[in-house]
């Protein structure tokens, strides 16, 4: 028996490819250790809520050149500050039965003991870049969820619009630090000095 991952369906197969168990199915029955071995043998990514799987889209050229963009910026100002950056895909475990997969992840201490090897128990900022199969997932969903963990600085990336929206944690709510747009500098409130064209961003 194996789980195969297609078209954002999960389904149990039979060595001879017969699905003995669809999506529809298995939805809600997953636990912890089962996602957790899942993802270290998947090529996709995979995100995980209370017992569900979420088989997240492919990224597309523009999605990766967005996120290269961010990542080398953000890597060549924390590194000489000891910080690091990391990219999809690499878990993030927001509660005990809730595991995301951000597009970017960054830590403000290298040496910070939630930098698991198998997955981070927490992050300083986090940045997602909205996919346009589902916007709210980025907007919304994840906006609640990283709250939830207690992310201190989320960035929405919106090609859609073309905004970036940067939120920062207080009393366990996000609240606007700025939606930036082209002919911006898009600002961190976190980072003290580190701001982004929103056109080089876009422009990517």
């Known amino acids: 028996m194996a789980v195969k991952a297609s078209n954002r369906a999960i389904c149990l197969v039979t060595p001879e490819g017969d699905i003995i168990g669809d999506s529809d199915v298995l939805q809600g029955t997953w636990n912890r250790e089962q996602y957790l071995r899942l ?46 950056v990391m990219y999809a895909p690499l878990r993030l475990q927001i509660g005990e039965g809730k595991f995301r997969e951000p597009d970017l992840m960054v830590a403000i201490d290298e040496n910070d003991p939630r930098l698991q090897n198998a997955y981070w128990l927490g992050a300083d900022i986090v940045l997602e870049i909205v996919s346009a199969d589902d ?56 980072l003290e000095g580190f701001a982004l064209s929103v056109d080089a961003i876009f422009d990517a």
């Open 135 to 190: 916007p709210e997932r980025d907007t919304i969903i994840k906006r609640a969820d990283y709250a939830e963990g207690g992310i201190p600085e989320y960035w929405i990336v919106n090609p859609l619009d073309e905004t970036v929206t940067v939120l920062r944690l207080e009393e366990a709510e996000y609240v606007e630090h700025g939606q930036f747009r082209r002919g911006e500098m898009a600002a961190s409130a976190l």
């Open 39 to 84: 993802t270290n043998y998947s090529r996709r990514l995979i995100e995980f809520t209370d017992g569900a799987l979420e088989v997240l889209p492919m990224p597309t050229y523009k999605h990766q050149l967005i996120s290269q963009f961010l990542l080398l910026a953000l890597y060549a100002f924390l590194r000489p500050r000891r910080g690091v």
